[in-house]
C-alpha cells in the first residue's frame, strides 16, 4: 500500500486542499466511441498508475501525504453533447475550477464531448500529480484501449520517496549542511519581503491557436538552417513579443519546465510524476534579432540543462518543506521577474490510426495557476501542426494584451522564417 509524503514541488503545485490547480489534456477524434470501452479502459489505467488509486490526507501528519485507497472509487466519466468546435474549451476552464476533494475519489477524470462525427476527450489531472509527459501517456494509454479493450497494461512500482532516486556516492551529511545553509538563507529572504495583499482578482483564460502544416514545416526547417532549436526560436518570439506589446514593463526572461525524465532515467515515459525542474532564459537588453536571440537562448539553456543535478534538486526540496506555505503565498502575491512560463512539449508521440477511429489532433495542456503572474504558454507539435495555448489572468495581463502578445510573437515566428 503507497504512503507517502507530498515531495516540496508537489506540495507547491497542491497549494491546499481549497485551490485547484488542474492540467487538461485534449484530443480530437473522429469515428465512432463506445461508452463501454471507457470503462474497461478508465479500470485497466487505474491499475496500472497508483497514483490514480490515492487520495491526499492533510489533516493526520504535519504535512499531506498521498494515501493508496483500498476502496477507490472508478475515475469519473462525464458525457456532453458536442455542439461547437469550441466546447472543449468551455469543458477546459469549467475543469480548472472544480476540485478533487470528493472521499474515495481518485486524483484524475475524463469528461468525453461526444459530437456524430468528432469528439473532443478532456483529461483532467491535478497539476500535483502530473506533467505534459503524463497527459500524453494517459491519453496514448486511453486510444489504444478504447480501440482494443483487451490490450494490457502493465503496472509498476511508485517510489518511496526521492531517496530512491540517489546516487550510491550522495553524501547525505555534507548535503545536510549546504540544506540547512539555504534552508536559513530563505527564511531570512521571506522574513524581508514586506506582506502583500496583492492577489488575482480577475477570469483566467486561455487562448489556443494552431498552425497549419505548411508553416510549421517552414518554423523547423528554418531551426535546421540556422542550427537553432524550435525551443529557442519559440522563446525568443514569445519574449520579443512582450517587449514590443508592454514597453519597459517587459522582463525579457522566460522560465522554461524541462522533463525530468532525462536526468532520472528510473522515472520512465509512462510512469505518472508531477515534477519538472525550470531553467530560466534570458534575452539581452539592445538585441532586437529574434535570430540572434534564439542562438544565444540555445546556448544559455545547453549550458544550464548540463549543469542541472535533478537528483540533489529532489532532495535538497526535501529539505525545504517548513518554508513551502511562504513560497505558495510569494507565488500568490509577487509579479515574479519573468514575463511567461513557456513549455514546449515538442513533437507528441500518439498514434493517429486506429481500427475505430482516427486521432485527429492534440490540443496543447491548458491549466489555471493561481499565483499573480500566471503567464503560461504551452507548445506542442502534433501531426505536422504546431499548436499553441497561452494562459493568463484578466487582473494580471488583460486578455487584449495577452492576444495582441500571442499574434506579435506567431508573426516574428513565421517572419524570422
Known amino acids: ?92 476552464e469549467t475543469e480548472w475550477f472544480r476540485l478533487f476533494d470528493e472521499d474515495k475519489k481518485p486524483l484524475a477524470r475524463l469528461v468525453w464531448v461526444k459530437g456524430k462525427e468528432f469528439s473532443e476527450i478532456l483529461w483532467v489531472m491535478p497539476h500535483c500529480i502530473s506533467d505534459g509527459t503524463t497527459g500524453v501517456t494517459l491519453m496514448r494509454e486511453l486510444l489504444q484501449l478504447l480501440d482494443n479493450p483487451a490490450a494490457e497494461l502493465l503496472p509498476y512500482e511508485p517510489f518511496e520517496s526521492v531517496n530512491d532516486f540517489l546516487p550510491s556516492d550522495f553524501n547525505a551529511t555534507t548535503k545536510k549542511f549546504k540544506a540547512r545553509l539555504y534552508l536559513m538563507f530563505a527564511r531570512f529572504f521571506f522574513m524581508l519581503q514586506s506582506k502583500s495583499k496583492k492577489r488575482n482578482l480577475g477570469k483566467n483564460y486561455a487562448l489556443h491557436r494552431k498552425l497549419d502544416p505548411k508553416t510549421t514545416a517552414q518554423i523547423t526547417e528554418k531551426c535546421k538552417a540556422n542550427g537553432i532549436s524550435v525551443h529557442a526560436l519559440l522563446c525568443a518570439s514569445f519574449m520579443q513579443a512582450f517587449r514590443e506589446v508592454q514597453g519597459e514593463k517587459a522582463k525579457g526572461k522566460v522560465i522554461s519546465p524541462v522533463d525530468v525524465r532525462h536526468f532520472i532515467p528510473e522515472i520512465k515515459q509512462d510512469h505518472l510524476f508531477a515534477f519538472a525542474p525550470t531553467v530560466e532564459l534570458s534575452i539581452k537588453k539592445g538585441n532586437h534579432s529574434v535570430l540572434d536571440n534564439a542562438k544565444e537562448i540555445k546556448k544559455e539553456l545547453f549550458e544550464k540543462i548540463n549543469k542541472m543535478e535533478a537528483r540533489e534538486l529532489l532532495w535538497m526540496g526535501e529539505q525545504m518543506h517548513p518554508i513551502v506555505e511562504r513560497m505558495i503565498s510569494l507565488l500568490k502575491s509577487s509579479n515574479g521577474g519573468h514575463d511567461v512560463t513557456l513549455s514546449n512539449m515538442g513533437k507528441i508521440d500518439i498514434p493517429s490510426d486506429y481500427q475505430h477511429f482516427k486521432l485527429e489532433t492534440i490540443i496543447s495542456p491548458t491549466v489555471a495557476f493561481p499565483w499573480l503572474n500566471s503567464n503560461t504558454l504551452v507548445a506542442s507539435t502534433y501531426n505536422r501542426q504546431m499548436d499553441f495555448t497561452f494562459m493568463s489572468n484578466e487582473h494580471f495581463l488583460p486578455k487584449e494584451e495577452a492576444m495582441k502578445i500571442k499574434d506579435k510573437a506567431l508573426e516574428l515566428l513565421t517572419t524570422s522564417v
Open 1 to 92: 500500500m503507497m504512503k507517502r509524503r507530498l515531495m516540496m514541488v508537489e506540495r507547491i503545485m497542491y497549494v491546499d486542499s481549497k485551490t485547484p490547480v488542474n492540467c487538461i489534456f485534449t484530443a480530437k477524434v473522429s469515428g465512432q466511441l463506445l461508452e463501454e470501452n471507457f470503462r474497461i479502459a478508465l479500470d485497466k489505467i487505474q491499475q496500472k498508475h497508483t497514483l490514480l488509486r490515492v487520495s491526499i490526507d492533510e489533516e493526520t501528519e504535519q504535512y499531506p501525504f498521498f494515501i493508496e485507497e483500498k476502496e477507490i472509487s472508478p475515475i469519473p466519466l462525464r458525457i456532453v453533447q458536442r455542439q461547437t468546435e469550441n466546447d472543449w474549451l468551455y469543458e477546459s
